[in-house]
C-alpha cells in the first residue's frame, strides 16, 4: 500500500523556519518526481515545489522562491521542505505529492504561522 | 508564467444533470492537463489526465476534452457522491499551476 506520511507541522511565529518532512512506502519512491502542495484555510490548491527523482532539479513557485529549499534523502525514502522567513500567509495544510498518474498524496500537515 | 482560469467557482445541479467544468489556461499547454477530485476529509485525487484520459478505476462518467488552451470537465450524470471541489492543473512545465477550483453541490 503507497502511503506518504507528512510530519513537522506546527506553529511558528513570522520571520521564523520549520522543517517539513514526508516518509514514503509502498512504491519505488527513488524513480519518481515529488511536489509539495498546500492548501491554505477557505482557499484552493496551491502547487509550492518540485524536486526531480535524482534531486538535481528543483521548481518553486513565485511565493516561496528564495526562501522555501526543497530536498530528498532516496536512501530513506524522504522528502523534506525546509521553510524559512515565514509570513502569515504560508499558513496552510501541506502535503507531498506525487502528481499527475499515478497519483499519490498524504494526509496533509498544518503550518500555522502566527504571533 | 502561465495561468489557468476555471469556471465557474461553484454551481449547484440536480442528480443525473449533465455538469460541465472549463479550464483556461493563459498560454497553450499542449495536453499537459489534469483534473483532480478534491473531497472534504479526503486527500485530492485524479481523475484526468493528459486533457482527457480517464484514470483508472474513475467512473466512465467523467471526460475530459481540449487542447492548446481551453479544456473542459464533463460528469455526464452528477451522482451524490460527486460533491467535491474540482481543481485542474498544467504540468507541461513549472509551475504546475492549478486553477482555483470548482465547488459542485447537488441542489
Known amino acids: 500500500e503507497v502511503q506518504l506520511v507528512e510530519s513537522g507541522g506546527t506553529l511558528v511565529q513570522p520571520g521564523g523556519s520549520l522543517r517539513l518532512s514526508c516518509a514514503a512506502s509502498?512504491?519505488?519512491?527513488?524513480?519518481?518526481?515529488m511536489h509539495w502542495v498546500r492548501q491554505a484555510p477557505g482557499k484552493g490548491l496551491e502547487w509550492v515545489s518540485y524536486?526531480?527523482?535524482?534531486?538535481?532539479?528543483?521548481n518553486y513557485a513565485d511565493s516561496v522562491k528564495g526562501r522555501f529549499t526543497v530536498s530528498r534523502d532516496n536512501a530513506k525514502n524522504s522528502l523534506f521542505l525546509q521553510m524559512n522567513s515565514l509570513r502569515v500567509e504560508d499558513t496552510a495544510v501541506y502535503y507531498c505529492?506525487?502528481?499527475?498518474?499515478?497519483?499519490?498524496w498524504g494526509q496533509g500537515t498544518l503550518v500555522t504561522v502566527s504571533s | 508564467d502561465i495561468q489557468m482560469t476555471q469556471s465557474p467557482s461553484s454551481l449547484s445541479a440536480s442528480v443525473g444533470d449533465r455538469v460541465t467544468i472549463t479550464c483556461r489556461a493563459s498560454q497553450g499547454i499542449s495536453n499537459y492537463l489534469a483534473w483532480y477530485q478534491y473531497k472534504s476529509g479526503k486527500g485530492p485525487k485524479v481523475l484526468i489526465y493528459g486533457a482527457f484520459t480517464l484514470q483508472s478505476g474513475v467512473p466512465s462518467r467523467f471526460s475530459g476534452s481540449g487542447s492548446g488552451t481551453d479544456f473542459t470537465l464533463t460528469i455526464s450524470s452528477l451522482q451524490p457522491e460527486d460533491v467535491a471541489t474540482y481543481y485542474c492543473q498544467k504540468y507541461n512545465s513549472a509551475p504546475w499551476t492549478f486553477g482555483q477550483g470548482t465547488k459542485v453541490e447537488i441542489k
Open positions: 524536486i526531480s527523482n535524482t534531486g538535481s532539479t528543483m
Open positions: 505529492a506525487r502528481l499527475v498518474s499515478p497519483d499519490y
Open positions: 509502498g512504491f519505488t519512491f527513488s524513480i519518481h518526481g
